[in-house]
Nanobody, 127 residues
Framework: QVQLVESGGGSVQSGGSLRLSCAAS??????MGWFRQASGKEREGVAT???????RYAESVKGRLTISRDNAKSTLYLQMNSLQPEDTAMYYC???????????????????????WGQGTQVTVSS
């Protein structure tokens, strides 16, 4: 049985920090990612990480959010610093497969590339 369970969301003030965790069980996937969906907006790929540790980030979070994974513990993390009100959203972790483009494999930030999803954890940032 495949399960992805997020934790660590909450409410913080602008400039604050949070650390999200996602415990995975019942699956082994090369790509893991964090996505978010704000009210009335489409789901956005925030950050992805390959099994080899290579990462990709949305421009809006570079330098503030850091994705990491502990393969031995089957756990995905998202360290969130310098949070801003525009970071307010439901955050989801997901597991998916590498995509192939121009001779290389990579972990996409597109939701279509991910097969399994957690239930989400809410992050609210107040100004």
């Amino acid at each position: 049985q495949v399960q992805l369970v997020e934790s660590g969301g909450g409410s913080v003030q602008s400039g604050g920090s949070l650390r999200l965790s996602c415990a995975a069980s019942g699956l082994t996937y090369d790509c893991m990612g964090w996505f978010r969906q704000a009210s009335g907006k489409e789901r956005e790929g925030v950050a992805t990480i390959d099994r080899d540790g290579s990462t990709r980030y949305a421009e809006s979070v570079k330098g503030r959010l850091t994705i990491s994974r502990d393969n031995a513990k089957s756990t995905l993390y998202l360290q969130m610093n310098s949070l801003q009100p525009e970071d307010t959203a439901m955050y989801y972790c997901a597991a998916g497969r590498r995509q192939y483009y121009s001779g290389a494999y990579y972990c996409a930030r597109s939701a279509f590339a991910y097969d399994y999803w957690g239930q989400g954890t809410q992050v609210t940032v107040s100004s």
